[in-house]
């Protein structure tokens, strides 16, 4: 698989995640009519349906903004192999890093705001 479609396949991943899994939330509780009875199930398994598919679909468009960002350059922060960067994560004791997307390799955050200073001061 070449690095752009693991670098795509990553940043989309999650929307079907979302969509998915507000669609077996939806199912489970259309299935619980004990609690909630007929009718409140079925507005609840509706909204948790319209819920998972609007927060894939908003997923998806964020991603769709950020590779349309990296394709033009205008991104910020971009591995040496060139793929897009994850948004910044922090180890549990460690200093903050953006994973690449693309290749995995995980760049501190640190040395990059530094670079920036120096260059904007
Ligand atoms: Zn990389």
Redesign the pocket.
């Known amino acids: 698989m070449k690095r752009i479609s693991v670098m795509i396949a990553r940043l989309y991943a999650p929307a079907p995640v979302l969509v998915a899994a507000g669609w077996g939330l939806s199912f489970a509780v259309e299935h619980a009519r004990g609690l909630l009875g007929a009718q409140g199930a079925h507005l609840a398994g509706s909204l948790l349906a319209l819920l998972g598919t609007a927060l894939g679909v908003v997923w998806a468009l964020l991603a769709s903004w950020r590779l349309y960002l990296w394709l033009r350059g205008v991104e910020q922060g971009r ?3 060139g ?1 897009l960067l994850s948004q910044p994560r922090r180890k549990r004791h460690g200093q903050p890093y953006r994973k ?1 997307l ?2 995995g ?1 995980k760049l501190p955050l640190v040395a990059a705001s530094l670079a920036d200073s120096e260059t904007g001061a």
């Open positions: 591995c040496p192999c793929g690449c693309s290749c390799q």
